[in-house]
T-cell receptor, first 112, second 114 residues
Framework: SQQGEEDPQALSIQEGENATMNCSYK?????LQWYRQNSGRGLVHLIL?????REKHSGRLRVTLDTSKKSSSLLITASRAADTASYFC????????????FGSGTRLQVQP | DVKVTQSSRYLVKRTGEKVFLECVQD?????MFWYRQDPGLGLRLIYF???????EKGDIPEGYSVSREKKERFSLILESASTNQTSMYLC?????????????FGPGTRLTVL
């Protein structure tokens, strides 16, 4: 079963609005990462938040992590048409397993 | 910038053929990964390698094998391609202590098995 599950599956907003995507996971993690994928392309790493961190910023991105609720959110502020993409969360388990476990993603459409 | 390249963007093969997908990274990363991506299922890990000649099964290794003879190159092999292996295949690499750092992805190979 998927360790990370994103919500919503799809999101459509107007340019300039904020976009919020959520990720829930099931087991204890070392860190959680967010990736972006433009249509038909590879994934691009956006941000990594460690289990002892609660919030992290990078440009227009803000990520929060609540380990008690096993959830994370990605906020994109002042969205642009170029932000149109799929966004995935990926968890690194605390067990030392080397690989990440990806969720099924949120498709974000930003209307110009 | 890290660069991960994959041998083909699009590939069409016939059932039963042996298929090789190659991935090369130029950042001296210890770890390399192969995923497949299918609609609604996200990315699923097939195999990964944490050193030359070392490999570990992922979540869906059946029907696949891998080879890592050189640090920069990681190959995915479909011994006898089947139609249910039609998918997007993504290669990635990361620094030592995989899972503790970002993964860098190639552009993907869209494989169609007829």
């Amino acid at each position: 079963s998927q360790q990370g599950e994103e919500d919503p599956q799809a999101l459509s907003i107007q340019e300039g609005e904020n976009a919020t995507m959520n990720c829930s996971y099931k087991t204890s993690i070392n860190n959680l990462q967010w990736y972006r994928q433009n249509s038909g392309r590879g994934l691009v790493h956006l941000i990594l938040i460690r289990s002892n961190e609660r919030e992290k910023h990078s440009g227009r991105l803000r990520v929060t992590l609540d380990t008690s609720k096993k959830s994370s959110s990605l906020l994109i502020t002042a969205s642009r048409a170029a932000d149109t993409a799929s966004y995935f969360c990926a968890t690194a388990l605390d067990t030392g397993r080397r690989a990440l476990t990806f969720g099924s993603g949120t498709r974000l459409q930003v209307q110009p | 910038d890290v660069k991960v390249t994959q041998s083909s963007r699009y590939l069409v093969k016939r059932t039963g053929e042996k298929v090789f997908l190659e991935c090369v990274q130029d950042m001296d990363h210890e770890n390399m990964f192969w995923y497949r991506q299918d609609p609604g299922l996200g990315l699923r890990l097939i195999y990964f390698s944490y050193d030359v000649k070392m490999k570990e099964k992922g979540d869906i290794p059946e029907g696949y094998s891998v080879s890592r003879e050189k640090k920069e190159r990681f190959s995915l092999i479909l011994e006898s391609a089947s139609t249910n292996q039609t998918s997007m295949y993504l290669c990635a690499s990361s620094f030592f202590r995989a899972g503790r750092s970002a993964q860098y992805f190639g552009p993907g190979t869209r494989l169609t098995v007829l």
